[in-house]
């Protein structure tokens, strides 16, 4: 695909008119404005020819162009473009330093509630802000916006992330009560329940609030960036995923310059196994993001990695392990991503273990090391664990029980690690690989009763936890691998309900609906064998497929089940 690039956009030549926010000049000390080391430079976005983020109305005080510009910079935050955002915001501060809300924005391009916790730098440079906006004057309405943000800041040093998180929430839910005609505080109230939710809740109390506030607003503002992507992420769990289908096929022509917002549906597009779609929407997400890499100086940028993970998925459903693989070396060759991140450690780690996991490959997967890209793996416990998980699990299947004992043992001390740090959630990931690892070294070594109750704990455990918003979705799905284990242990009929039941969560997985069909014609219902590998050919037979799967699977279609 070819790359697209957008002219770049001098902000000093864009908005030349001195900004007047509110008619007060009262100045921050230049000192104060320093100390915050805002990201600066021209603005860069890719995909189109001209700048493309959707609409969306805040009635700010100030010239023509102070609203301009902090419109242009909402519609970056609203698509999650951080950087891209914060220098807009640093822009207006540049040219008038008491604009209270600019400092506002600067903030919240510090906070990125649904990603991985901000950093000790982004947490200084947010606290600053918010000082600096909190001393400065404020309409009503500015102060409630500041507060609000202001209380997801207050003592970050001694308060928990997800404390803070809550204490976001209880402040927009005020602002929100205080002005309900404000569109705005609506669509920032539901990304705050958003970044609240508890991803043990399975009642989805929270997202069930967050949609109908966003569902209310989406008919009367369908090219608003914050409204139709914050109902991508509340709905992106199996259960509501098919509530978030309008506005996942509606959010990459509302912001097409942006490479997150072309990204963004294939989060529903993976829910519902719709792989087509997914891949198409992550391959112009890749393409977008590499032009952004290029233009910022940069070999690669974190969204472009992020997006290969989701097209390395959806290409293992469809049985394409050519251009999966092809994706995988481009990952292997990578030396620079620019951020190091949560977001990049996690494709490192996931693309070559799904790859191998998903095709049995037992013996490389027993090999693997991590990629030697610019990345402090200790930094990162849970990418991490899932190559030594990886690893486990080829050594299992090669018979290596020494190998296999040794990366449970690291996986258990990740395990305390994350516990140590007070991330229960990451923990509890650990833990379904620890279990899955325990089930399978029993099954090697024909403990079955054992076996058999670890992977049912595992499987238990994930079911009661959401996935993580990073990852298109587990590796392995563990009640997935419950299948696998049961038809090992000549259960085909538990076998069958197990692969049942995991397809209700991750519809149109390729080794579902292989084992399912297996499971099946092993209990001798022929019907219901046939009809999952006929659906795994309407999925997966394409030109680039080439697992051994499908042409068993088209043998026992023709020949035994003589459908």
Known sequence: MQWLFLQRMLWVLLYATTFSCRGKNTAPAPEAISALDLKRGDLISCGTTTQQFGSVTFAIAGSATVKAAFTLGLKLLHSFEYDEAE??????????????????????????????????????????????AQALPLSKKEAAYIDAIAAFYANWEKVDHRSRCL??????????????????????YALALNAAADPADKTFQKQRKAGAILQALFPGEPNHPGIVHYLIHTYDAPELATLALPAARKYASVAPSSAHALHMPSHIFTRLGLWDEDIQSNLASVSSAQCYAQAIGKEHWDEELHGMDYLVYAYLQKGDNTRAKQLLDNLNAIREVHPANFKVAYAFAAIPSRFLLENRYWKEAADLKPPTANLVWNDHPWPKAIVHFTRLMGAVHTGNKEAANTELQVLKQIQDTLIAQKDIYKANQVDIQIKTGEAWIHWKAGRQEQALGSMTLAAELEDKTEKHPVTPGEVIPAREFLGDLLLQLNSPDKALEAYEQDLKKHPNRFNGLYGAGLAAQKTGNLEKAGYYYRQLLAVADTAGSRRPELEIVRTRILQNLKD
């Not at 204490?167 to 920032?188: I, S």
């Open 167 to 188: 204490n976001f929430e209880k402040a927009m839910e005020k602002l929100y009560t205080a002005w309900p005609d404000d569109h705005e505080a609506a669509a920032l």
């Open 87 to 132: 220098k807009v915001f640093a822009g207006i501060i540049d040219e008038q330093p008491s604009c209270a809300m600019a400092y506002w924005g600067i903030a919240m391009s510090n906070f990125h509630p649904l990603w991985t916790p901000p950093s000790v730098t982004e947490l200084t440079k947010g606290s600053k802000a918010v000082a600096i």
